[in-house]
């Protein structure tokens, strides 16, 4: 009791009495885990003179340096390593002090684990290692750290993300920035990546939370089953513009996903632009268009970018319907004007 609260001169005279350092209450938690724990540091010394065991563990698996790391504390973080104890010594849920450093922004303590060699590809139950941790939470001198110890950076956790993928998501562009840097290769289990309808692709996912610079980040980076996610609720893909194949059925169903939830972008143009300057602008088997969809969802301004990229405004579908008549039908009448404008003036110049 006097290590777990912080009691220093009470804990010296009962070090006089020679007790034992490494008797655990029924948690099976030390003194010096305990005093680890509160970040008491002065106990902490004391203890350490006494050559306790320095990775005995509590009923949950965490041991002094893992309790020090989770919490910040870092100078006894130093006085523990100079112990030699085991860094990766993983909890019950397989947590490192790596780990717990890294997804905590304990970027001093990563910096003194990381001179022990610990393996920087540890992962705990749920398959994140501490780069993806780092990487999650936007941690980014951690990631920078991290990567100088070349860690796997195609990792992913049980779900199948990957370290850029949680970044991407995050907004964390700095990180999606370094991760790059790095390579990052196919993590799909299938050769060819695919995408199911209504399920989110990771750039187009990316776009509608507008981190439009990491989305053209990612599209200039050959984004494409190099960044995927494929998890239990969904089996994802990105923009496919591969460099040794072509993949027109994927291609097919991004753009299904795409124009079937295009009102999603209302407002956000420099996404939809961003998107159809790297073949988005596809035709489905049925003759739809992007321009279809938009007139029958009524964004004027999506109507006019797509108008300005070239889109046929003569082209119908199947059923011979065009876009006029689908933004007629609509009650689209900014619309209709526009369409009839654009029409005329391309009558004129093929005239």
Sequence with gaps: MASQNGHTDIVKLLLEKDPNVDLCNNEDCSPLLMASNNGHTDIVKLLLERNPNVDLCNNDGCSPLL????????????????????????????????????????????????????????????????????????????????????????????????????????????????????????????????IRNGHNDIVKSIALKGHIEITKLLLENNADCNICIHSKQSITDTLNNHPRKTLDKEKQELFDSLVQNIACFMGRIDVVSCLLDHNINITKEDGTTPLFYACEVGHEDIVRLLLDKGADTQMCRLDGESPLNIATDNGRTSIVMMLTEHMKKEDTFSS
């Excluded at 870092?74 to 006085?79: F, H, R």
């Excluded at 003194?112 to 939470?137: F, I, R």
């Excluded at 991290?146 to 992913?156: A, H, I, Q």
């Design 67 to 194: 309790m020090a790391s989770h919490n910040g504390h870092t100078d006894i973080v130093k006085l523990l390593l100079e112990r030699n104890p085991n860094v990766d010594l993983c909890n019950n849920d397989d947590c490192s002090p790596l780990y717990m450093a890294s997804q905590n922004g304990h970027t001093d303590i990563v910096k003194l684990l990381l001179e022990k060699d610990p393996n920087v590809d540890l992962c705990n139950n749920d398959g994140c290692s501490p780069l993806y941790m780092a990487s999650h939470n936007g941690h980014t001198d951690i990631v920078k750290l991290l990567l100088e110890r070349n860690p796997n950076v195609d990792l992913c956790n049980n779900d199948d993300c990957s370290p850029l993928y949680m970044a991407s998501q995050n907004g964390h562009t700095d990180i999606v920035k370094l991760l790059l840097e790095k390579d990052p290769k196919d993590l799909c289990n299938n050769e060819d990546c695919y």
